[in-house]
């Protein structure tokens, strides 16, 4: 074979609910020269300006936006939803202003698919999309760390109490649905696709699984 | 025998070793002449200058083979593209993905060659 410089993907957007990797791979990532941007912190730095909100932590931020049978929460969820286009449209056009060989890594919230389309495709389009997937089986689990430490949750609808029935009883019911809605997005979007058990497959590491998402985003193309 | 069951009974033992230096020009030629650099193109990040590279990589990550047929009557060459889906499965480039899978074997690496036989079922597949 040629000895001709190859290359991987330089800019690239990880997507995924919380705890599946996200940060993980974009810190090996940021290793290999990435720079890397993460919405999470770029949402709360920017949330943490205003004063009056008073959020130093994400569990500021967590109790901030509340659970969704609040009264409070539509307009925290709306007022996250707002920073969080901000912030991608800023990261958009920061893509464009940088030297073209610069790598760069993206660490998106678990919330990213309900911006709005534009805000959406403009992204998807400007990076290589990688959804680090996890399996209905983990919904338990995702559950039950989701409540022993909250963190900000976009629910975009998928919370629907019944008639008589305990808010808690409701989100713990409405969670699962709320999973299996974002999986079903997150994979409509994505270029590529990484599940958990590939991400443990001994010796995968960052380079890995750039080259895998790169073999799966060509495949689609001619698929 | 349907077309796909026969691409996936033989295509695996279509590797004949070649010199390496003939295996080197083929697949350089196959990189330069890739008929589909327009589609790769859609892909962010992606131009006219790095889509040879990223063959390259392709190849050198096992995603990609080359296949050839040489007709030596007509002293022609042709040449298949084989992308990996999962595992030994390939599709061919250009050729319907829901009708035509290959099996592949990992040990056949870059570039190989297929016989008469091979040549012409895949011939016989729809273009998309």
Same mark, same amino acid.
């Given at each position: 074979?040629?000895?001709?410089?190859?290359?991987?993907?330089?800019?690239?957007?990880?997507?995924?609910?919380?705890?599946? *990797?996200?940060?993980?791979?974009?810190?090996?990532?940021?290793?290999?020269?990435?720079?890397?941007?993460?919405?999470?912190?770029?949402?709360?730095?920017?949330?943490?300006?205003?004063?009056?909100?008073?959020?130093?932590?994400?569990?500021?931020?967590?109790?901030?936006?509340?659970?969704?049978?609040?009264?409070?929460?539509?307009?925290?969820?709306?007022?996250?939803?707002?920073?969080?286009?901000?912030? $991608?449209?800023?990261?958009?056009?920061?893509?464009? $202003?940088?030297?073209?060989?610069?790598?760069?890594? +993206?660490?998106? $919230?678990?919330?990213?698919? !309900?911006?709005?389309?534009?805000?959406?495709?403009?992204?998807?389009?400007?990076?290589?999309? +990688?959804?680090?997937?996890?399996?209905?089986?983990?919904?338990?689990?995702?559950?039950?760390?989701?409540?022993?430490?909250?963190?900000?949750?976009?629910?975009?609808?998928?919370?629907?109490?019944?008639?008589?029935?305990?808010?808690?009883?409701?989100?713990?019911?409405? !969670?699962?649905?709320?999973?299996?809605?974002?999986?079903?997005?997150?994979?409509?979007?994505?270029?590529?696709?990484?599940?958990?058990?590939?991400?443990?497959?001994?010796?995968?590491?960052?380079?890995? %699984?750039?080259?895998?998402?790169?073999?799966?985003?060509?495949?689609?193309? /001619?698929? | 025998?349907?077309?796909?069951?026969? %691409?996936?009974?033989?295509?695996?033992?279509?590797?004949?070793?070649?010199?390496?230096?003939?295996?080197?020009?083929?697949?350089? !030629?196959?990189?330069?002449? /890739?008929?589909?650099?327009?589609?790769?193109?859609?892909?962010? *990040?992606?131009?006219?200058?790095?889509?040879?590279?990223?063959?390259?990589?392709?190849?050198?990550?096992?995603?990609?083979?080359?296949?050839?047929? !040489?007709?030596?009557?007509?002293?022609?060459?042709?040449?298949?593209?084989?992308?990996? +889906?999962?595992?030994? $499965?390939?599709?061919?480039?250009?050729?319907?993905?829901?009708?035509?899978?290959?099996?592949?074997?990992?040990?056949?690496?870059?570039?190989?060659?297929?016989?008469?036989?091979?040549?012409?079922?895949?011939?016989?597949?729809?273009?998309?």
């Amino acid at each position: 074979m040629s000895s001709e410089p190859t290359e991987l993907p330089g800019r690239v957007a990880l997507v995924g609910m919380s705890g599946v *990797g996200k940060s993980h791979w974009s810190q090996h990532l940021e290793a290999l020269g990435f720079l890397r941007w993460s919405c999470d912190e770029l949402i709360a730095e920017a949330l943490g300006q205003d004063a009056s909100l008073d959020l130093r932590s994400t569990r500021d931020l967590a109790r901030w936006m509340g659970h969704p049978y609040e009264r409070r929460y539509p307009e925290a969820e709306a007022t996250y939803l707002r920073w969080e286009e901000r912030v $991608t449209e800023t990261l958009c056009e920061r893509l464009n $202003t940088l030297a073209p060989d610069q790598k760069v890594v +993206i660490d998106t $919230t678990g919330s990213f698919i !309900y911006l709005p389309p534009e805000a959406i495709d403009r992204l998807r389009s400007q990076v290589l999309m +990688i959804y680090l997937s996890s399996a209905p089986e983990q919904d338990q689990q995702m559950l039950q760390t989701f409540l022993e430490d909250p963190k900000p949750v976009i629910w975009g609808g998928a919370y629907q109490r019944q008639p008589e029935e305990a808010p808690d009883v409701a989100l713990r019911r409405c !969670y699962p649905l709320l999973l299996a809605e974002r999986r079903r997005r997150y994979q409509e979007l994505a270029h590529a696709v990484i599940d958990l058990p590939t991400q443990r497959t001994s010796g995968f590491d960052a380079e890995k %699984l750039l080259h895998l998402a790169q073999a799966q985003q060509v495949a689609q193309v /001619f698929s | 025998m349907s077309t796909e069951q026969a %691409l996936q009974t033989n295509a695996a033992s279509a590797h004949h070793r070649l010199d390496q230096g003939l295996e080197e020009v083929i697949l350089q !030629y196959a990189i330069r002449s /890739f008929p589909y650099t327009e589609a790769l193109k859609t892909l962010p *990040g992606q131009t006219d200058e790095r889509v040879p590279h990223l063959l390259t990589r392709l190849i050198q990550k096992e995603s990609l083979k080359i296949g050839f047929h !040489y007709e030596e009557m007509q002293d022609r060459l042709t040449l298949l593209y084989f992308l990996r +889906i999962e595992g030994d $499965t390939h599709t061919v480039i250009g050729l319907d993905p829901d009708r035509v899978r290959v099996s592949i074997s990992s040990e056949v690496q870059g570039l190989f060659r297929l016989d008469d036989e091979q040549y012409l079922d895949i011939l016989q597949i729809p273009l998309v």
